[in-house]
């Protein structure tokens, strides 16, 4: 039989995951992976559920290293665990998604945030010994339940981080097309359109405030950026010019912003840098009150002005806009320094 490839997304999900192990007829022994926060407000109902389908065994975890998550790929293997469900955001989610592709054993994601586009993507971000944030190539988890409630009612600026990772295909999709048109990459059409879908479905939505039928749309075009990386079997689709220049704020910068916040600012910033229309783009991101600031988050212009030359040094294959332009140290900070004022 081939594996279950699961994805629901809706009203309600948190209250069906019972129903959904055993229509997939996943018994056994069950790991659920989850953070304190999560599991207070959650843990409870997600317990009772995974109780009734097999024998639960629960981890509480408060670290994204790629030690611990190669510790708990082993420890999945040496206890012969049936399947990993994780429920949280980012850093727990990441965990199981490199534990189960690691142990190859079937993964029930359960986001409860919508802060970026690792919500169904083959990649998972994890932090290195010395703290630096490290992406590696994976799976995407076998099944994914998203409950449109519990990330409605997430805080609001992981819902604007969201807006702002999907934002930044505008970006990453013209940085595709100009390495290919240099020669230094190759394009994938099916992974070009999944990602151009993403970036359409959010910006021709017809809502302009952050509401549940909102929420819904975010979640579909944060799927579909996923999906797109799957195709393409690398982040290119979504993933351009103003990912690097969030790396090197990862990298380089003092302040951490979430990185929605940081993508969105890159797309606007070098949009600016190469003289193109970033006006749609702006408007999206107002209407939606996605602060941008650089200033207000805290980026100062010899932090900015480092990051946006540094960000070809990132990632040496990933060629984009970036690695033509110019990068004048008095160029960027006027582009800085109007982006204060007009943001
Ligand atoms: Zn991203």
């Given at each position: 039989m081939p594996k279950p490839n699961i994805l629901k997304i809706g009203s309600g999900y948190i209250n069906k995951v019972e129903v959904l192990l055993k229509e997939n007829r996943i018994s056994g022994k069950l790991f659920y992976i989850t953070d304190p926060v999560i599991d207070g407000i959650y843990g409870e109902n997600i317990r009772k559920q995974i109780e009734k389908v097999g024998y639960l065994k629960t981890e509480i975890i408060d670290c994204n290293t790629i030690s611990y998550a190669m510790a708990v790929a082993e420890r999945v293997i040496a206890t012969d665990i049936d399947c990993i469900i994780g429920m949280g955001g980012g850093k727990v989610l990441d965990v199981c998604k490199y534990a189960a592709y690691i142990s190859k054993t079937p993964y029930l994601s359960i986001p409860t945030t919508a802060a970026n586009d690792g919500l169904a993507?083959?990649?998972?971000?994890?932090?290195?010994?010395?703290?630096?944030?490290?992406?590696?190539?994976?799976?995407?988890?076998?099944?994914?339940?998203?409950?449109?409630?519990?990330?409605?009612?997430?805080?609001?600026?992981?819902?604007?981080?969201?807006?702002?990772?999907t934002i930044s295909n505008y970006m990453a999709l013209q940085d595709w097309d100009f390495a290919v048109r240099r020669g230094r990459d190759t394009m994938n059409g099916y992974a070009y359109l999944m990602s151009q879908a993403s970036l359409d479905a959010l910006m021709k939505t017809q809502y302009d405030h952050i509401c549940l039928e909102f929420v819904e749309v975010l979640i579909k075009s944060l799927v579909l950026s996923g999906i797109a990386m799957d195709f393409a079997g690398s982040s290119r689709p979504v993933s351009g010019s103003e990912h690097l220049f969030s790396h090197a704020l990862d990298y380089y910068a003092e302040v951490k912003n979430f990185h929605g916040i940081q993508v969105a600012l890159g797309t606007v910033a070098i949009l600016k840098l190469l003289g193109k229309s970033y006006d749609k783009v702006l408007e999206y991101l107002?209407?939606?009150?996605?602060?941008?600031?650089?200033?207000?988050?805290?980026?100062?212009?010899?932090?900015?002005?480092?990051?946006?030359?540094?960000?070809?040094?990132?990632?040496?294959?990933?060629?984009?806009?970036?690695?033509?332009?110019?990068?004048?140290?008095?160029?960027?900070?006027?582009?800085?320094?109007?982006?204060t004022e007009e943001l």
């Open positions: 993507s083959p990649i998972a971000v994890l932090k290195r010994k010395d703290g630096k944030p490290k992406s590696l190539g994976c799976a995407m988890a076998s099944m994914i339940v998203i409950d449109t409630e519990v990330i409605a009612s997430s805080p609001l600026q992981l819902i604007k981080a969201g807006i702002g990772d107002k209407r939606f009150d996605v602060d941008i600031n650089p200033m207000r988050l805290g980026i100062d212009e010899d932090t900015f002005v480092l990051c946006m030359q540094k960000a070809t040094s990132m990632r040496k294959e990933r060629y984009t806009y970036l690695h033509e332009a110019d990068m004048e140290e008095a160029k960027l900070k006027k582009i800085y320094n109007e982006l």
